[in-house]
Every structure is written in C-alpha cells, then in structure tokens.
C-alpha cells in the first residue's frame, strides 16, 4: 500500500478484529448504543457531532430500508489519516460498520471512497471479501438470525464538497454534489429518501475499540467535553510528519513539541477551514471546545509568508465551492482578490476590516459548512499577522527582504 | 463519428446501463467507467445515458461538468495531477509543475497533441507529509523533485497501450 506514516505505536495495532462485534452481538443493539454514549465519542471528521445520539435517532426511525455510509471522501487539505486507516485498518472500519448496521438495523453499508484515493479500492474489495468469507458480512451474521448487511464502495469523482454529508448522499445518489438544506437530516431522510448515518472513517474504528476495552477505558483519555484519543495528521515545517495519536486536549505547543516543529511561527489546526494559532496562543488545546480539527495539523515554520498561506487556501476553496450559494461562490474570490491587494501592498485597514466583515457574513449565511468555514484562515491571518500583511512593498514582498 | 462507431458506443453503453441498472444512482458508476475506457464522456454518450436512465441530457450534463475527474472534451491516456494544496506548495510543488511542463511542451489544463498526456492540477491528495505528490491516473508518486519527472513521463510511454496502472505501488 502506503509507505508507513503511523509514528508510533497507535491504539489501532492491538485491536484484533472480531471482537468488538461479537461483543456487540452478544448484548441487545440498546445496550451497545449506551456503551458509545457513555464514552462520549463524537464525530471524527472534525464536526464532532456525538456519535451515539446520531445513531439513537436513526435506530428510532421506523423504516425497513436504513443505510450505514462511511464518509472516506478525505479531501481537508493536511488531512491523511483516513488513508492510513483505511490501508492499515479497514477490518476496523468495516466491522464498525457492522456494528453501526446492528444498532440502527440497516441492511446496508456503503463507503464513498473518494477518486484521489483509488489505488486504495482493489484493497479495501478483497478485505471486504474475506469478511464475506468468514460470516462477518452477508447473511445470518455471526450466526445471529435476521442480521443480514453487506458494504459496497462507491467512488467519488473529484470533489472537495462531497465530504459535507448531504452532497455526499446527493453524489451516492447520482446528482451534482450540491449540499442540501438541513433539515431534514439524513437520520430520516437520507440516501434514496431513508435513514442514513454518515459517519467518518475513524469513527467507525473508535467504536470497535470501545466495544472491545470499554467506555470507561476511552473515557479516561481527553478531556470532559473531548474524550478518547484521536489520529492527527501533521505535516508542514517538523521534523517527524506522519500520522500520529494523541489524547484530546492535547496542547498545541505539546503537539509541537512531540512532531519536531518547535519555533513553528504559526500551526493550521483543521486544514483550509480550521484556525490558524499563532505561537502566542500555543497553550490553546484540540479539542471540540477549543480548536476543533478533524485531525488536519499543518505546520509553519518562522519563514513562512502567512499570506500565501491564505492565498493558497482560498485558491483551494475558489475551486471546490459548488457555486450553489451566494454567499460563498462570491465570497471566496472577493477574499482571494483581498490578499492579492495585500500582496501588492494596496489594501486600507478599513477595506481589510470591511473584508473580515464579508467573513463573517460568509460564516452566518452560507448554506454548508464549506462556507461557513471558507473565510477562517483568511479571518485569523488578517487578526494575527497584521504586522506581517499590511503596508507591502514591491510585489508580494516585505520590505527588505523576499519575505 | 462514422454510424458503426455510434452504433457500438450505444451497444457499450446498454452494457453498462444493464450491469449497473438502470436508475439515477447509478449514473457516477457508468460515468467513471465511460471516462475510464474513452478518456472523455461525449456529448453523444450523455445524450445516450440520458436516454437509457429516463433522464433529461441536461441533468448528466450537470453531473459531468461538476466534478473534476469527469471529462466532457477528451483527455489523454495519462492524466497527470500534481497537488497544489499547501503542504505540497512548502515542499516545492512549483519546481515539479515547471519542469512538467517543459518536458512535456504543454501547460496545465493542456492535453499534449499525440494524446498521451494531461496536465491537470488537483487539491489535495492526501499524500501532505511527502510532498510533493502526483497521481497519474490512479497511481502515486511521492516526494517527486524536477529530475524525477522525466523518469516518471518515460515510465508512461514504456507502458502505451495500458492507461490504468493496476494496484498502488508508492515510489
């Protein structure tokens, strides 16, 4: 597959499969849904919706037809770590699916894989097919009558928005990728119109090690509000980039300090739409009620111009927006035309302020999260590296020097 | 296009409506397959898929035009995408996409005139902690420099005929 990128020993290495899902099989789907809810585990993908209540809602709804779909359309700019579970651990992945089918009931299971990440699919097929193989996927499951569920892999075509779950299901069901108003959620309408949860590929994974070593065990890790462990994928300026785990709550300068990155002027937590923390706020932690991430850490070293930096992400989001809504599909480039009169020096404080402005009416109007988090990066570099941005001279150069 | 080659391109498409079934979802499994085997989805298949889905030609427009591993106008046998997302950016990107572009005599978005090569760029690979990284077509290549390029461009030609290199191998 992948060369290895997992630094260090990761929780993943010692949970044999089989396990967790006999041990979901042996106790009623009620019970092991109050086993999730008492670790606390919320949504890997970085929204960090809480997991259990996601799937108490679609187990209630009263449907025959109910979908598990795995979100594998890693497209966060800094984000890997999906791609390393999914080489290294999809028997995880599909086996928490397993477990996920058994507490909602569904029949179904599919993984939007997403087309940059297809040299992955012949792998993930036969790792599908053994399970088959051994009972754990197809009909009578683990011998237990009436569990029938199966997963197929659906490939994505290119699109950063198909991450978002409403154009995910509008994608799986062979429309543009466009985002849907919510509500209705898909717990009730979802793909083909049934009960669908969506969850991240780590997701999946955490929920077998939490039916294997307990609730209490993951709960004893991260903070209150953040429990367990997370995989983080740290790349940029360090000397030791790969994957690695970390608690929750961990502190940026902690985090720093375990990937070789110290002296970093500045660390994106959360890719293009998460937060830029300077060095000065490097006692902020990672977690869901401070600097969320869906595992995106990328790493600025004192060289760094934050202001390609936030040309770059906008450049990213000026493509992947889906043009749907207003607020974003025009946004974005009036952002992006910002920082080129930053580049070249011409840009007033009250234009950079009137900019923040049109950030903020980005966050509060656009239709998907894509939007909404659009004009993060822009936000916090224009906030904290005033300094570094404003009065240029000469074409995209600081006074003095190549920047 | 001559009557036979329509003819044959509309058996294909039966083939693959009748594989895949014939209902909206499976619209993007048909598409990809179209693009893997022609290099392009044409107008006249769009109209044929339409056709065969009991869908409006304008609606499988729309899907192919939005996402980016889609095709309307015909690309090469090898479609080349080098990561432009940040990290990829640190580690030298710029250098990479210069020197493809030289030896290939084209620019990005450009497919060369024999047919065999498109530049294209793609956001984020997911490949941030050995940048930087290229696809060609569904194979990875990592930490490339300038003076790799041109090994990876020959490799291509060597193996003419075959445009999807089977299995993940990371070089």
């Known amino acids: ?403 | 296009m001559l009557l036979t080659e329509r003819e044959r391109l509309r058996e294909e498409l039966i083939a693959l409506a009748d594989q895949f079934g014939r209902q909206r979802s499976s619209l993007m499994p048909i598409l990809q397959e179209v693009e893997r085997r022609h290099f392009r989805i044409s107008e006249y298949c769009m109209q044929v898929i339409a056709d065969l889905l009991d869908l409006h030609p304008v609606e499988v427009h729309s899907v192919v035009s939005f996402y980016s591993f889609l095709d309307e106008s015909p690309r090469g046998q090898f479609v080349i995408r080098l990561c432009r997302t940040i990290t990829c950016e640190m580690a030298g990107k710029d250098h990479v996409a210069r020197q493809l572009e030289n030896d290939l005599g084209i620019t990005f978005g450009q497919t060369t005139p024999d047919g065999k090569f498109t530049l294209q760029w793609a956001n984020c690979l997911g490949m941030c902690d050995q940048g930087p990284a290229l696809l060609v077509n569904d194979q990875i290549f990592t930490r490339v420099t300038p003076e790799r390029v041109h090994g990876i461009l020959q490799e291509c030609r060597q193996t003419f005929g075959v445009h999807a290199v089977a299995g993940a191998k990371e070089r």
Not at chain 1, 95 to 100: D, K, N, P
Not at chain 1, 166 to 179: C, F, Q, V, W
Request: charged share 25%; with cysteine; hydrophobic share 35%.
């Open chain 1, 1 to 403: 597959m992948t060369s290895p990128t997992t630094m260090g020993k990761l929780t993943f290495d010692a949970v044999s499969p089989g396990v967790g899902l006999k041990a979901a099989l042996a106790q009623p789907a009620a019970a092991v849904l109050d086993r999730i809810a008492a670790s606390g585990l919320r949504g890997r993908g970085g929204a960090g919706f809480p997991t259990s209540v996601k799937w108490s809602m679609a187990a209630e709804a009263d449907e025959a037809d109910k979908y598990v779909v795995c979100n594998a359309d890693e497209g966060e700019p800094g984000t890997f770590k999906d791609r390393v579970i999914l080489s290294e651990f999809a028997d995880l992945v599909f086996e928490g699916m397993t477990i996920a089918a058994r507490v909602i009931a569904a029949r179904k299971g599919i993984v939007y894989l997403r087309a940059e990440y297809s040299y992955l699919r012949r792998h993930l097929e036969s790792a599908l097919a053994s399970r088959r193989e051994e009972g754990l996927l197809g009909k009578r499951i683990g011998g237990k009558e009436g569990f029938d569920f199966d997963i197929e892999i659906h490939m994505g075509s290119g699109s950063y928005v198909c991450g978002e779950e409403t154009a995910l299901i509008e994608s799986l069901e062979g429309h543009r990728g466009e985002p849907r108003n919510r509500p209705p959620f898909p717990i009730d309408t979802g793909y083909l119109g049934h009960p669908t949860i969506v969850n991240n590929v780590e997701t999946f994974a955490w929920v077998v090690c939490i039916l294997e070593k307990g609730a209490e065990w993951f709960k004893s890790h991260g903070t209150v509000k953040s429990t367990g462990h997370k995989l983080f994928s740290v790349s940029g300026d360090c000397s030791r980039p790969g994957v690695y785990e970390f608690p929750m709550g961990i502190t940026v300068a902690e985090l720093l300090e375990e990937v070789g990155g110290q002296g970093a002027k500045a660390v994106q937590v959360g890719g293009a739409s998460g937060q830029c923390v300077p060095a000065s706020q490097s006692d902020r932690t990672i977690a869901y009620e401070d600097v969320p991430t869906g595992g995106s850490i990328i790493i600025f070293g004192p060289k760094r111009d934050m202001l390609e930096v936030a040309r770059n992400f906008l450049e990213f989001f000026v493509d992947e927006s889906c043009g749907q809504c207003t607020p974003c599909r025009e946004g974005v480039p009036k952002l992006l035309e910002g920082v080129q009169m930053l580049q070249q020096g011409a840009c007033s404080m009250a234009y950079l302020k009137e900019l923040c402005s049109l950030g903020e009416t980005m966050r509060l109007a656009s239709k998907c999260g894509l939007g909404q988090s659009a004009p993060n990066a822009f936000v916090s570099i224009a906030r904290d590296f005033q300094d570094e941005i404003l009065g240029r001279t000469g074409f995209g150069r600081r006074n003095g020097s190549d920047g």
